[in-house]
């Protein structure tokens, strides 16, 4: 897999980079789908399946033991049960979450489908593309944060009325903390500039990636798996 993750100084004069030792690191989105017209056909397809809900379509363009998990999970009834999640496993006072977690992964499905990625030498395509990049050595992996947007907000309050501290252009910072009962992430940047995110616009390393491979002429998910 080709390396993309470039230290890229901010665009001003020399002089003023030379006088700052931290620049921040940046990853733009990249997506080599169409070196391969087939692969495109058919994420075009797996998109719309995940677009109507249409979970029989999707496993019929996964692998029959696509891996789910570094636990085990794996294979068409564990990616079922992961788009279905079926309040009757819950407990009682646990039942009403159960929508909102379906709705996140599907959500989470779809993103790591429209992020875009790249091949690998053995021809697999791994998206999205925030995880074919190879994070700073000084960074712990599980803090690692791509902005995934330009323009993009950082706040001086986990709320969308707060003051503008800059703007973020698919820069990589330090995860900080979540902040509770909001969508706001916190996050420092390279320079020691800490502020808040919307989540829409944050994705860490070790969030889920899928990785697709063609088995007898055909793509086909084998896996869609988060964590390290």
Partial sequence: MRILFLFLALAMPLSAVAQSPTPTPTLEPVDEADIDASFVTYRDALIAAV???????????????????????AGHD????????????????????APALRERNWAELETVLRLG????DDGTFVA?????????A?????????????????RDRPIRFGNVVTRLNYDVVTFRNWVTGTQFVELEMADGTKG????????FLLDHRAIFAKVDGSWTMTHFIAGD
């Fill in 78 to 97: 564990a990616l079922r049960a992961f788009l279905e999640v079926d309040p009757e496993q819950f407990s009682p006072d646990q039942k009403h979450e």
């Fill in 51 to 73: 677009v109507a809900r249409d979970i029989d379509a999707i496993l019929a363009m996964a692998a029959a033991d696509i891996m789910l998990s570094f636990g085990g999970d």
């Fill in 138 to 154: 000084d960074m712990d992996p599980f803090e690692v944060l791509f902005i995934t947007g330009s323009g993009v907000a950082l």
């Fill in 117 to 120: 990625g790249l091949f690998r």
């Fill in 196 to 203: 808040f995110v919307h989540r829409d616009f944050a994705r």
């Fill in 128 to 136: 999205p593309y925030t995880f074919a990049a190879q994070q700073p």
